[in-house]
């Protein structure tokens, strides 16, 4: 719903305020790689199983 669009674009902000960063330069290369792959979908898994948690 709404409040998942706000935190889905709150947490884009936030991604690409960091993607401006040295860090985010680093995570950027990391995630290129195949482990920064499989960690991005274990993310991805998680925060979408911890929204529904919440929703319910």
Do not use: E, T, Y
């Amino acid at each position: 719903g709404g409040l998942g669009d706000r935190i889905i674009g709150g947490l884009g902000g936030w991604l690409s305020a960091g993607l401006s960063s040295r860090l985010g330069d680093r995570l950027g290369a990391g995630f290129n790689s195949r482990l920064g792959g499989q960690l991005g979908v274990w993310l991805w898994r998680a925060w979408w199983l911890a929204r529904r948690w919440v929703q319910d």
